[in-house]
């Protein structure tokens, strides 16, 4: 596709559940970016990979957030042992390279975890 | 402390009017770069413009505009003849140069609802 891709659009996780969030960045794309945004708040950064490298994770709330971009396209978030206070939509974005220019962002997961 | 501060939470606007949506920013970094992103109610972030901190004109992009004042630390949004599609949140964002470029930090969002 043309744009950021991101599956599911919707989970709902029982609370200790393992969840896995997926993105499909644009094709070529060197970042990605994975932001937290939670309901009626701008986004928060996450974790930040250039290619297969994960340059940034400052962002990860908790031991429990783990990122992963093995072959530099297709990333993957997953939360372990999910929490009331992990329900949020995850954005993700790619830009096409590493300067300061624009990301953009696919439509997110919406978790909610009950 | 690197922080982006949006004063409006709610602006209403009347169609083919213009309208300002306000953003400060606090930043040590002397470069940096300043972003707007939109985000209708389906979700996505779908980016609006941008703007340096060593840029000396003011961006646009079609109807929009960023007004940069950077002694003041401002970049504000400036949407001319405001149409029904606008109805959106707005985030300003931030892009330092301590963070590597790799990190926007964004504001609350200001909620901008027009109306016919």
């Known amino acids: 596709g043309a744009g950021v891709s991101q599956s599911p659009r919707y989970k709902v996780a029982k609370r200790g559940q393992d969840v896995a969030l997926r993105c499909d960045p644009i094709?070529?794309?060197?970042?990605l970016f994975w932001y937290q945004q939670a309901l009626g708040q701008g986004p928060e950064f996450l974790t930040y990979?250039?290619?297969?490298?994960?340059?940034?994770k400052s962002g990860l709330p908790s031991d429990r957030f783990f990122a992963e971009r093995p072959e530099g396209s297709v990333s993957t978030l997953k939360i372990q042992r999910t929490q009331q206070e992990d329900s949020a939509v995850y954005l993700c974005?790619?830009?096409?390279?590493?300067?300061?220019?624009?990301?953009?962002f696919g439509q997110g997961t919406r978790l909610t975890v009950v | 402390a690197q922080k982006i501060t949006q004063t409006q939470p709610g602006m209403f606007v009347q169609e083919k009017e213009a309208v300002t949506l306000d953003c400060t920013y606090d930043?040590?970094?002397?470069?940096?770069?300043l972003f707007w992103y939109k985000q209708p109610s389906s979700g996505e972030m779908i980016f609006l413009i941008y703007?340096?901190?060593?840029?000396?004109q003011n961006a646009t992009e079609g109807r929009y505009s960023l007004n940069f004042q950077k002694a003041r630390k401002s970049a504000n949004l400036v949407i001319s003849a405001s149409q029904l599609g606008d109805s959106a949140m707005y985030f300003c964002?931030?892009?330092?140069?301590?963070?590597?470029?790799?990190?926007?930090?964004f504001g609350a969002g200001t909620r901008l609802a027009v109306h016919p």
């Open positions: 974005a790619s830009r096409v390279g590493t300067t300061n220019t624009e990301a953009f």
């Open positions: 094709s070529g794309h060197v970042s």
């Open positions: 990979f250039q290619n297969e490298a994960q340059l940034d």
């Open positions: 930043t040590s970094d002397q470069s940096y770069g």
């Open positions: 703007q340096g901190s060593y840029d000396e």
């Open positions: 964002a931030m892009s330092p140069f301590s963070g590597g470029y790799n990190k926007l930090i």
